[in-house]
């Protein structure tokens, strides 16, 4: 689930930031930017919180195979 919250949360801070010019100085800390960073990742880790906890058909918790081979097959005829 690492790389949906890091996906959801550049998705929401794009968004929430896409009116503000696009300033940065190495030498200065933007509290705003960060403040927008940790908002986002608060939403994102919400919303995929809910989600999980409602709809676990959505995120599987253990990995199934959908390939079982069957006996008379080899891997040299898959290939």
Same mark, same amino acid.
């Given at each position: 689930?690492? $790389? =949906?919250?890091?996906?959801?949360? %550049?998705? /929401?801070?794009? /968004?929430?930031?896409?009116?503000?010019?696009?300033?940065?100085? @190495? !030498?200065?800390?933007?509290?705003?930017?960060? @403040?927008?960073?940790?908002?986002?990742?608060?939403?994102?880790?919400?919303? +995929? =919180? +809910?989600l999980?906890?409602?709809?676990? !058909? /959505?995120?599987?918790?253990?990995? *199934? $195979?959908?390939?079982?081979?069957?006996? *008379?097959?080899?891997?040299? *005829? %898959?290939?």
């Amino acid at each position: 689930m690492g $790389p =949906s919250l890091l996906i959801a949360t %550049c998705l /929401i801070l794009a /968004i929430r930031t896409a009116k503000r010019p696009a300033t940065w100085d @190495a !030498a200065t800390s933007s509290t705003e930017l960060d @403040a927008e960073i940790e908002y986002a990742a608060h939403l994102a880790g919400r919303v +995929l =919180s +809910l989600l999980v906890g409602r709809h676990e !058909a /959505i995120f599987p918790r253990r990995k *199934e $195979p959908w390939y079982q081979a069957k006996d *008379e097959e080899t891997l040299s *005829e %898959c290939v």
